[in-house]
T-cell receptor, first 111, second 115 residues
Framework: GESVGLHLPTLSVQEGDNSIINCAYS??????FIWYKQESGKGPQFIID?????DKRQGQRVTVLLNKTVKHLSLQIAATQPGDSAVYFC??????????FGAGTRLFVKA | DTAVSQTPKYLVTQMGNDKSIKCEQN?????MYWYKQDSKKFLKIMFS???????INETVPNRFSPKSPDKAHLNLHINSLELGDSAVYFC??????????????FGPGTRLTVT
């Protein structure tokens, strides 16, 4: 199945706070997970990825956590900035050419 | 330099017309994709090509015909356009390594409006 919600959830955070965006996936065979950021009028942009043999991966100001037991993925953004305002998508892949995108979460950063 | 480019950026046309969207990537990737994004931002894969061969066709109406003349290009032709085809279409590319997927690089999108 597809890990997709029918509505676009919204998260509003204060500038400087940490943001946590959550995603549930449904295919236990998925072994590669990616977070993308989509700004208004642009295409999705890669942020960070994680393979199923890991449960945590850190980038610059971003951390992805993977919990395979409950099929949950999260993206943590430290010290959120106005430029982080965008729609964030999680995506899953089972090792082939098909990547399934989640419904997306809109992040608003209040100055 | 643009990694993945699409033309046109905007396309307004009437029902029943035929139109094409072009995509080019200069990343040397071997896999290219077409996605459709609806008004609710839902992003759904339509086609995937690997080394010019069609790999994925996600039950897209046969009015949509992709064509990959070489690994760097994947064009999308749409016949007999319908109102429901209105959406933003994204091209993307990635490099497959030993059957493992890699991150995808997306173009800027083509906003198609059918009136």
């Amino acid at each position: 199945g597809e890990s997709v919600g029918l509505h676009l959830p919204t998260l509003s955070v204060q500038e400087g706070d940490n943001s946590i965006i959550n995603c549930a996936y449904s295919n236990s065979a998925s072994d590669y997970f990616i977070w993308y950021k989509q700004e208004s009028g642009k295409g999705p942009q890669f942020i960070i990825d994680i393979r199923s043999n890991m449960d945590k991966r850190q980038g610059q100001r971003v951390t992805v956590l993977l919990n395979k037991t409950v099929k949950h993925l999260s993206l943590q953004i430290a010290a959120t900035q106005p430029g982080d305002s965008a729609v964030y998508f999680c995506a899953e892949n089972t090792g082939g050419f098909k990547t399934i995108f989640g419904a997306g979460t809109r992040l608003f950063v209040k100055a | 330099d643009t990694a993945v480019s699409q033309t046109p950026k905007y396309l307004v046309t009437q029902m029943g017309n035929d139109k094409s969207i072009k995509c080019e990537q200069n990343l040397g990737h071997d896999t290219m994709y077409w996605y459709k994004q609806d008004s609710k931002k839902f992003l759904k894969i339509m086609f995937s090509y690997n080394n010019k061969e069609l790999i994925i066709n996600e039950t897209v109406p046969n009015r949509f015909s992709p064509k990959s003349p070489d690994k760097a290009h994947l064009n999308l032709h749409i016949n007999s356009l319908e109102l429901g085809d209105s959406a933003v279409y994204f091209c993307a590319s990635s490099q497959q390594l030993a059957a493992q997927a890699g991150e995808q690089y997306f173009g800027p999108g083509t906003r198609l409006t059918v009136t």
